[in-house]
């Protein structure tokens, strides 16, 4: 899992074992026993290391000479974090995930407040500090170390996105500025917006100050002023001015409509149509089959499908494939898979073990639900029904079905769990830092002009030369 879970998280992970080392100096009380620290030495010095440790039991603190088994927290000074990874790989130390690695600043505001202060996420090491000067004991004031991100990748299929989102302030203000681009059809600056919201969400902390985000990738100038803006005035104008612009908000609401893109918002909005309400009313327009369906479930189609829906439409999803093929695998792919509690539609993707496909598949279940009262789909339904007459005792829910061959099931599973700007960046790391083509069904090596086979997404990522990214981390 993350390690930078919430603080609470964090700080309950202590360890048990050990609680009576001999290496540990004995002529202080230790006050604080479920934390044992240990002071890597490495850029610190031994003489400064000595005094820290001296400091630190003195304080009440359990502080190990050496890097024992019951070892829970690892504070380092002028490491960055890959330093410390790789010191502790040679350490032979097993699962390194087990401590918590941590900047000097959070044993100097320990020391300061005389009792062990939460592991915040400021304090943990991530991204490289900012050198040389770390906060030293003999500066009275403990600032929280500046950071600097040079370690944090431009892609977001290399970095771990949770769903804990400590910027969703900033991150929000970048969703409506892109989607306005999107609106407008300007796609760099959408992909910027977009880039930076999703780059905001994989940090390990709130941003407070313009420090905090010097040197991150994807933050160029239009970005930068908005953050600026929020951080000053706690909200952004550019912002609110596209939250009151006409023309966002009508594309707005045509959009929350299935099947309305931007190119119907577009026509719409020049025949001077501005509501759901007006369209719904212009009985002139010509609608898609997806449009009216759209319309006439409107309401339910705009709330969110729940998790608990989601498993009740498994269980109906899975019913109705297994009676064609009783062997199918049916998994639920989307933001649910990422571990999201709601969604705007529900995401399916079903395969067949084994050499059988059924081309046919898809068909025969949309015919089998036509005829069964309980289950309505009015895009496959021929009858124009737009006035709904009886009392409704049930909820419309979008459902996307996918069907692939069992060969790309592992690729059509990484292409359908997204997020949508984990899957571009995906793509976009592999033909460019890899000169491989990725789609949902499979991976192309150029130079070696060979499709690259894989049973598990952990091959796709092997293939591609990253680390694996387990679902719930890709909620970029
Ligand atoms: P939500 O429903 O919770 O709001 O979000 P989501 O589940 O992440 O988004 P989604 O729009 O349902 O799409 C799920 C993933 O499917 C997303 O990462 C993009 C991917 N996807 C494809 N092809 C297509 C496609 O043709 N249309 C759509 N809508 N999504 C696609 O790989
Ligand atoms: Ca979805
Ligand atoms: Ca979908």
Not at 43 to 57: C, H, I
Not at 345 to 363: C, K, S, V, Y
Not at 443 to 462: H, M, P, V
Request: proline share 3%; glycine share 6%; with cysteine.
């Amino acid at each position: 899992m993350d390690r930078f879970k919430a603080p609470a998280v964090i700080s309950q992970r202590k360890r048990q074992k050990g609680l009576h080392s001999p290496k540990l100096s004995c002529s202080y009380e230790i006050k604080f026993s479920n934390l044992v620290i240990f002071i890597l030495q490495r850029k610190m010095g031994r003489t400064r290391r000595m005094f820290l440790m001296e400091l630190g039991r003195r304080k009440g603190f359990r502080v190990e000479s050496e890097l024992s088994d019951s070892v829970t927290h690892i504070v380092a000074e002028n490491n960055s974090y890959l330093e410390v990874l790789d010191w502790l790989k040679g350490q032979a130390v097993g699962d390194s995930s087990r401590f918590e690695l941590l900047d000097i600043s959070w044993f100097t505001a320990c020391m300061e407040a005389g009792r062990p202060v939460d592991s915040e996420i400021k304090y943990h090491l991530m991204v490289r500090q900012e050198q040389p000067q770390s906060p030293s004991l003999n500066t009275p004031e403990l600032e929280m170390p500046a950071f600097i991100a040079t370690k944090v990748s431009q892609y977001s299929c290399q970095r771990k996105t949770t769903l804990n989102n400590y910027n969703k302030k900033f991150t929000d203000a970048f969703e409506v500025m892109a989607e306005n681009y999107e609106f407008k059809e300007n796609e760099i600056f959408c992909l910027e917006f977009l880039r930076a919201a999703s780059l905001l969400k994989s940090l390990p902390f709130s941003v407070t100050r313009m420090k905090d985000i010097q040197g991150l990738p994807c933050v160029g100038d239009q970005v930068r002023d908005i953050i600026e803006e929020i951080i000053e005035e706690g909200e952004s104008s550019r912002v609110k001015e596209v939250l009151n612009d006409e023309r966002y908000k009508a594309f707005k609401q045509f959009t929350s409509v299935f099947g309305v893109g931007v190119k119907t918002s577009e026509k719409w909005y020049r025949m001077g149509l501005r509501t759901v309400e007006e369209v719904k009313a212009d009985k002139t327009l010509k609608l898609s089959k997806m449009q009216k369906a759209g319309f006439l479930y409107y309401e339910d189609l705009v709330s969110c499908v729940s998790k608990a829906e989601a498993d009740a439409v498994s269980l109906i999803v899975k019913n109705t494939v297994c009676t064609f093929l009783p062997d199918a695998l049916v998994t639920i792919t989307g933001g649910f898979r990422r571990g999201k509690n709601i969604g705007h539609d529900i995401d399916f993707l079903i395969t067949n073990p084994g050499p059988r496909e059924d081309d046919e598949l898809l068909h025969k279940v949309i015919d089998l639900w036509k005829k069964q009262p309980g289950v309505d789909n009015s895009t496959c339904n021929t009858s124009e029904k737009l006035e709904m007459a009886e009392v409704k005792d049930w909820k419309a829910i979008r459902v996307d079905l996918v069907i692939t061959p069992f060969e790309q099931y592992s690729y059509a599973l990484l292409g359908w769990t997204g997020s949508r700007q984990f899957g571009r960046d995906l793509r976009r790391y592999a033909s460019h830092e890899r000169k491989m083509i990725l789609d949902n069904h499979a991976l192309y090596d150029r130079r070696k002009r060979i499709f690259l086979k894989a049973g598990s997404e952990e091959e796709i990522f092997a293939h591609l030369g990253l680390d694996y990214v387990e679902p719930w981390e890709r909620n970029a």
